[in-house]
Every structure is written in C-alpha cells, then in structure tokens.
C-alpha cells in the first residue's frame, strides 16, 4: 500500500542548512511535494517535484528525488527562526489523486 | 485575493450535538478535501469531492457527512456518531488542470467537545 515515512523531530542551528528525508514506498508515485505548517495554521505548499526530474531548485530550497530508492529529500539553507515548523512530505500518483502526507518533521531551530 | 477561508477558527460543542464547519474557496478549484489532524498522526482524510453534486468517503469518514452543491463551498458536518471528534481539521482545494498543482489549505478549525 501507499506509505510516506519521515522522522519526527530535526534541530538546527541557525545559519545551518537543514536537510529533511522521506521515504515512499508507492513506485507510480508521479507527484512530490514538500508542505510547511506553522503552529496551528493549514499548510503551505513550499515545492514538488515530478517524478521525472531529480533536483528543483527555488531560492534557499533544493529538493532531491532519489526515484530508485524512492528518497526525497528538503533541504534548506542557511535556516532562519522563521523556518521553525512541521514539514511534511507527500506524494500522489495522478494530478487529480488524493494526496498521501507523512506524519511531519518538527524542525527546531537553535539559537 | 484568492484563498480558501475556514470558519469559526475555533468551535466548542456539547457532546451529543452536530456541528457544521465551513470551507469556501474562490481559487475556482475543481476538488475539495477535508482532512483531521491530530497531534503525531499527521493528516487523514475524511471526505473528498472532486466535482459538484459529488463526493467521496476517505479513509475515516465514519461519523462524518459532507455535500457540495456549489463549487466554492465544501461544509463538513460532524456528527454525535463521531466518537472522538476533538480534533484540527484541516480544508484543501485543488484545481486539475493547468500549471497549479498541489492541494492549497485553509487556515484549519480547531473543534473541542465539552
């Protein structure tokens, strides 16, 4: 079945670059994205990536798709306070899909 | 300004009531979503619509009710069936076609049950 799995916790020093993994185990999976939920507000679609592509790059984040191993990584430079948030990896087969989450990354950021 | 807006932001109920929570969207998006997060479980979804006049059960639609009569509005209802219904829920809309992809997510209703 459908699975996207990540850990739960990550902390950074600030002006470090962050990396956050996720793992999914559906191979048609066609459609990456990585979410950002601040404390208690929705989320917000930060990137995605098709499965075609390997990197995408958008200003302090890179995102790599490591389609073989079915990897999936965020990461972001130098990290602000303002990067303190739950992150959440997801995917889906066909555009029109439901969405499949990860239970989120808490990303702490250290003064 | 296009968004997806959600209220009340915060919502009381009795046990034993129904209470109806509101999405409306003006991104004049095809599909809806609703969508209960709980703390350390991540997102589960309840009901989907992908066009007007239809919806769909998700993986915990139990306890729960939706209609979509209007493209711009997805309520949810939750129902005294639900049996734990203190929770954040979350509505997402999304559009099939052209260069948007991805869900977009309203500010979210926390509901607690007294």
């Known amino acids: 079945g459908e699975d996207v799995e990540q850990s739960l916790f990550l902390s950074v020093r600030e002006g470090d670059s962050s990396v956050i993994n996720c793992t999914y185990t559906?191979?048609?999976?066609?459609?990456l994205y990585w979410y950002k939920q601040e404390p208690g507000a929705g989320l917000q679609l930060l990137t995605y990536i098709f499965s075609n592509m390997d990197m995408k790059q958008d200003q302090r984040l890179t995102v790599l798709l490591n389609k073989k191993d079915k990897h999936l990584s965020l990461r972001i430079a130098d990290t602000q306070t303002g990067d303190s948030a739950i992150y959440f990896c997801?995917?889906?087969?066909?555009?029109?899909?439901?969405?499949?989450f990860g239970k989120g990354t808490r990303l702490h950021i250290l003064p | 300004d296009g968004g997806i807006t959600q209220s009340p932001k915060y919502l009381f109920r009795k046990e034993g009531q129904n209470v109806t929570l509101s999405c409306e969207q003006n991104l004049n998006h095809d599909a809806m979503y609703w969508y209960r997060q709980d703390p350390g479980q991540g997102l589960r979804l309840i009901y989907y619509?992908?066009?007007?006049?239809?919806?769909q059960k998700g993986d915990i639609a139990e306890g729960y009710s939706v209609s979509r009569e209007k493209k711009e509005s997805f309520p949810l209802t939750v129902t005294s069936a639900q049996k734990n219904p203190t929770a954040f829920y979350l509505c997402?809309?999304?559009?099939?076609?052209?260069?948007?992809?991805?869900?977009?997510f309203g500010p979210g209703t926390r509901l607690t049950v007294l």
């Open positions: 619509s992908q066009i007007v006049n239809d919806f």
């Open positions: 997801a995917e889906s087969i066909h555009r029109d899909d439901k969405i499949i």
């Open positions: 559906d191979s048609s999976s066609t459609y």
């Open positions: 997402a809309s999304s559009v099939n076609s052209g260069n948007d992809h991805g869900q977009f």
